[in-house]
């Protein structure tokens, strides 16, 4: 009955987390109930082997992660395109509005979030996963690198490599909008 009780107050201090996580390195809400329902199932599994030696949320991601990659590898299977965070039922556009702009800076600053996104569900899942951890959920080297079981240095270098294919991919959409612009403007 006390590790019953004490599950339940972890599923309640770490679903927000753990449904974040999991929209975000999948880029969709299809089945993303079932998904989180996996990986409190997996850790309801595993707490009697936890030793403590990271933090339960390290501990959470990491098995968010291989829920995470167990349904990339479904996808690839049903050969599947991937769904921006950005699309309607995202509720993306409910989290950008900031009363002190105009409605033009919040369409260009909502495209550019759905650009990062598309570009972002681009990079292959190990870059997108550690951006995603360091950048959208705050996990230091160290954390990532345990939830994901590779040395920091792998972290960083997934990390930078990640980082530079988003800004190029990004400064080119830039300049093809900033060309088509121009053109429509003569």
């Known amino acids: 009955m006390d590790i019953d009780l004490t599950f339940e107050q972890l599923v309640r201090d770490h679903q927000a987390m753990v449904f974040r996580t999991l929209l975000r390195l999948t880029g969709s809400r ?4 079932d998904l989180a329902q996996d990986v409190f199932l997996r850790l309801y599994r595993a707490l009697p082997s936890f030793r403590g030696e990271a933090l339960i949320t390290t501990y ?18 049903n050969d599947r ?5 950005s699309d309607e039922s995202s509720a ?15 369409m260009e600053e909502r495209e550019f979030h759905q650009a990062v996104e598309e570009q972002l569900q681009l990079l292959s899942h190990i870059e997108r996963t550690i951006l995603i ?7 230091s080297y160290e954390q990532i690198s345990y939830a994901l079981g590779m ?27 900033r060309r088509t612009a121009c053109q429509t403007n003569r």
């Open 30 to 33: 299809e089945h993303i109930d």
């Open 60 to 77: 959470l991601y990491r098995i968010a992660v291989n829920v995470a990659q167990d349904e990339w590898k479904r996808r690839r299977r």
């Open 81 to 85: 395109s991937h769904v921006s965070l």
């Open 92 to 106: 993306w556009e409910e989290r950008l509005p900031h009363p002190d702009r105009n409605a033009e800076q919040q």
């Open 133 to 139: 951890l360091y950048h959208q959920e705050e996990r």
């Open 151 to 177: 040395p920091i240095g792998t972290v960083r270098t997934h990390l930078h490599r990640g980082r530079k294919k988003l800004r190029e991919a990004m400064q080119q959409r830039q300049t093809k909008e």
